[in-house]
Every structure is written in structure tokens, then in C-alpha cells.
């Protein structure tokens, strides 16, 4: 699940959070590109102590020193940041995530140490603030088949394309518009669990 307010400012980044701790999510990836970095870190400093109390997994984008003075369990990397080996060798311990829009750059995130890859836009978004090229269900089956560490679909992701999602062989899907323009952030994200398990 990822939590931002960039959509809907009227609910913060903790209330967002809490809200789909509280109906059964277990990531919560904090991306926040609108906030300068000591607001950033403040923020991620409370939902660091949130998903603790959740027993839940909190991922940092983008910034690897926050990340680790926060104490989150991992940090998610776009093409512009750190490179997925030199931030293993600063935090071996440390979940890296790494965005990807091509399959060959799945492979190249996979070779280079990613332990998850996000693939992606699936469908058509409005989160990234840029075009995004749309990769479909058939390449994301086609990355799921070569690309042997988890797969998290990313982009335009909502209930009803949610079973072509799990089918194609995602191990997990993250949600922006799909959760924070929900009426009930909670019942959204239960519905969603719900969904995936069904699927």
C-alpha cells in the first residue's frame, strides 16, 4: 500500500495510513514528493512508530539516510536515486525496492540485488506527475515468468482490474487514487484484501 496525500490534502498521510493499518494492510510505502525533506522526515518518523505498533512493514521512497535513522524496514529506489548495490552496501539489512517500466530493467534491478521489483504503470495513472509508458497485463505476466524475485504491480491499479493483477503472477499490487479517494479508507482496503484473496 502506498500512502500520499498529493490527491485528497484533506487526509494526512497518517490518517491514511492508520486507517488501512487498521483493516489488515501490512506495507505501508511512504511517498511523499510534495513535502520538503524535514517535513519528510518528521512524517516518516510517526509512521514509523505507527507501523511498529502494527507489526506492519514501513518502506521510505527515495531516501536511503531517512530510512535508516528512522528505523523502516525498507527503502524503495527510482531510477534517479541511490543504485541498488551501493545501497545494499550502506544498509544490508534493509529491504530495496526498486521502480521499474521496462522488462529488462526488472532484470537489471533483479541482477543488481533488488529484493522486490515494482512494475509498471499497468494502467493508465495520474499519481506520477509525468507520463508514464503503460505496460499492460501481458508484460507483467512476461515479467512475472522471468524475474524471480517478487513483483509488485504499480500504476492505475483499482477493484475491478485487481484479479487480472494477481493472475498475471504479482506477489503484491500498491495503491494510491484506488484507496486515498475512497469515501472509507478502511472498508476500501478491506475490500481490496478481500478482493486479492479471492482472486
Not at 532484470?107 to 509508458?133: H, L, M, N, S, W
Request: glycine share 6%; with cysteine; net charge positive.
Amino acid at each position: 500500500m502506498i500512502a500520499d496525500n498529493s490527491i485528497v490534502p484533506h487526509k494526512t498521510h497518517l490518517e491514511i495510513a492508520k486507517s488501512s493499518l487498521d483493516a489488515g494492510a501490512k506495507i505501508i510505502q511512504f511517498r511523499a514528493k510534495n513535502l520538503d525533506r524535514r517535513h519528510f522526515f518528521k512524517t516518516a518518523q510517526s509512521l514509523a512508530r505507527i507501523c511498529e505498533s502494527y507489526n506492519a512493514l514501513l518502506i521510505v521512497n527515495d531516501d536511503l539516510e531517512i530510512a535508516l535513522e528512522i528505523g523502516a524496514g525498507g527503502v524503495h529506489l527510482g531510477a534517479d536515486d541511490l543504485p541498488i548495490e551501493e545501497a545494499k552496501k550502506q544498509a544490508p539489512n534493509l529491504i530495496i525496492g526498486r521502480s521499474t517500466h521496462s522488462i529488462e530493467e526488472a532484470i537489471i534491478a533483479e541482477k543488481a540485488g533488488a529484493d522486490y521489483v515494482a512494475f509498471g504503470a499497468i494502467f493508465p495513472t495520474q499519481t506520477k506527475g509525468r507520463p508514464t509508458p503503460i505496460q499492460g497485463i501481458e508484460k507483467l505476466k512476461e515479467v512475472c515468468a522471468k524475474v524471480n524475485k517478487p513483483i509488485v504491480a504499480i500504476g492505475g491499479i483499482k477493484r475491478e482490474n485487481l484479479p487480472q493483477i494477481r493472475h498475471a503472477g504479482a506477489s503484491s499490487a500498491a495503491f494510491i487514487s484506488e484507496i486515498v479517494c475512497a469515501e472509507s479508507i478502511s472498508d476500501r482496503v478491506r475490500e481490496l484484501i478481500k478482493i486479492w484473496k479471492q482472486s
